[in-house]
T-cell receptor, first 113, second 115 residues
């Protein structure tokens, strides 16, 4: 079974500092995709970053980067230079073949001014 | 592109009434997903379609819930009869099945309140 685990229900970070959100997943597949989504108070789910499992290079999008450890089945999100607008719920997601997606339970990030 | 469109954005209804939520996926996407989000249960997948065909409906809570996708540009989620415990935010999302950008794009959600 494919499952996604986010072990940190809540995290906080000082503005301008760096924070890392953890995600692990369970799969027997070798080809898949991983994502981080952000859900601010507006409720809109927004894609933050995408990682293809066949790519060894970690994905980056401006202040957002991932640490993808395929053997360990770990996919953490690093937010650098945190801003007040980064405060949101963050969901890790896994996509398997057949286009089925699995989401974690989310991490609520607070940014302290 | 207009993104995933959901209607209504808010729905308040009385217990026992029928509720229909609507979704228009992004043009060219061939997968569509319905989710329910509550504080207690988080984000739950209810059902998803590939090429208008339901693939996995194991998340549909019970027979009161039904979903259809009559064509590639429209889907409905129906609750009949509705109950207070159905109160939640319902999201529709769409994606491509293969080739590059396979991430899901979410609609703005429908906040359902059943009194």
């Amino acid at each position: 079974a494919q499952t996604v685990t986010q072990s940190q229900p809540e995290m906080s970070v000082q503005e301008a500092e760096t924070v890392t959100l953890s995600c692990t997943y369970d799969t027997s597949e070798s080809d898949y995709y991983l994502f981080w989504y952000k859900q601010p108070p507006s409720r809109q789910m927004i894609l933050v970053i995408r990682q293809e499992a066949y790519k060894q290079q970690n994905a980056t999008e401006n202040r957002f980067s991932v640490n993808f450890q395929k053997a360990a089945k770990s996919f953490s999100l690093k937010i650098s230079d945190s801003q007040l607008g980064d405060a949101a719920m963050y969901f890790c997601a896994y996509r398997r073949t057949g286009n089925q997606f699995y989401f974690g339970t989310g991490t609520s990030l607070t940014v302290i001014p | 592109d207009a993104g995933v469109i959901q209607s209504p954005r808010h729905e308040v209804t009385e217990m026992g009434q029928e509720v229909t939520l609507r979704c228009k996926p992004i043009s060219g996407h061939n997968s569509l997903f319905w989710y329910r989000q509550t504080m207690m249960r988080g984000l739950e997948l209810l059902i998803y379609f590939n090429n208008n065909v339901p693939i996995d409906d194991s998340g549909m809570p019970e027979d009161r819930f039904s979903a259809k996708m009559p064509n590639a540009s429209f889907s409905t989620l129906k609750i009949q009869p509705s109950e207070p415990r159905d109160s939640a935010v319902y999201f529709c999302a769409s994606s491509r099945m293969g080739g590059g950008r396979v991430e899901q794009y979410f609609g703005p959600g429908t906040r359902l309140t059943v009194t």
